[in-house]
């Protein structure tokens, strides 16, 4: 699943989509687009422009001059896309790379939403597995604040005001929105804190090493193209050994996901 960096790489090529035109919509995937039906989607947009592309977590959104905003998440493996008024791809791409042209692509079925803009240009999302998903007026009001824009005071009161294990705490998207398993288990080997330990029992000093860690994750991430690029990533499976201090890897579930640890540093 896309988390924080990856869908921020999105939402930078989603802002290319912005003051342009939208002469019309393909809505027509009933299943990426619920619950609109066909068409919905479209009269609400056709003859305005999207004017500025949002983020909060994994959530993305457009602000429209239509009074309406229009969600868009990619699910697993989706992409946003957008073409300039040769057909050009322009910007990067959200999700990971596309290593067929994206002009071109096996099944244009795989196109489960497109806009097309006056200038010719095109929006795309581009999901082979069609879990993404588009729609009206999506609600935030559920997201925590943002991983990225969270201050300190405001992450130790959130994550440590519970006893369930501080990496369930970080996954919780209505505690900190936009931390996903990798990012999460990245993070706490960089700060050397155990997965399961209560979050609760975390001492400031604790709760403050693994804040600047956050930060430190989630810059690196999006400067090298996304959560797998993390320094622990790599060494997440069996026979693995911690990148820092050359200990086994160990393998367990917390908060009911994969989780993966270094069995030195944190014990």
């Keep these: 699943m896309p988390e924080l960096p990856e869908v921020e790489t999105a939402r930078k090529v989603l802002e290319l989509a912005t003051d342009r035109e939208i002469r019309s919509v393909d809505d027509n995937d009933e299943w990426v687009c619920r619950p609109h039906p066909p068409g919905q989607i479209a009269r609400a947009l056709v003859g305005g422009k999207l004017t500025a592309a949002h983020r909060r977590g994994k959530t993305m959104w457009c602000d429209t001059d239509t009074g309406h905003t229009l969600g868009v998440h990619l699910g697993m493996g989706g992409r946003v896309i957008v073409t300039d008024s040769d057909g050009e791809r322009i910007g990067g791409v959200g999700g990971r790379d596309v290593t067929r042209s994206d002009r071109a692509p096996r099944k244009p079925e795989w196109d489960r939403f497109t806009i097309v803009f006056a200038d010719g240009g095109r929006f795309r999302l581009f999901d082979k597995r069609r879990l993404g998903r588009v729609r009206l007026d999506p609600g935030i009001d559920h997201l925590g604040p943002d991983a990225e824009d969270i201050t300190?005071?405001?992450?130790?009161?959130?994550?440590?005001?519970?006893?369930?294990?501080?990496?369930?705490?970080?996954?919780?998207?209505?505690?900190?929105?936009?931390?996903?398993?990798?990012?999460?288990?990245?993070?706490?080997?960089?700060?050397?804190?155990?997965?399961?330990?209560?979050?609760d029992e975390l001492e400031r000093k604790d709760l403050d090493r693994l804040y600047r860690n956050l930060e430190k994750s989630l810059q690196a991430a999006i400067e090298n193209g996304g959560v797998h690029t993390g320094e622990v990533i790599e060494h997440r499976h069996p026979g693995g050994h911690c990148p820092r201090c050359g200990a086994e890897m160990r393998h367990g579930t917390v908060g009911g996901r994969s989780t993966w640890w270094c069995s030195s540093e944190q014990r």
Excluded: H
């Design 152 to 199: 300190l005071a405001e992450f130790r009161t959130r994550i440590a005001r519970s006893r369930t294990a501080v990496k369930a705490r970080l996954l919780d998207q209505t505690v900190l929105a936009g931390v996903g398993n990798l990012l999460a288990d990245e993070t706490l080997w960089r700060a050397k804190i155990n997965p399961a330990t209560p979050a």
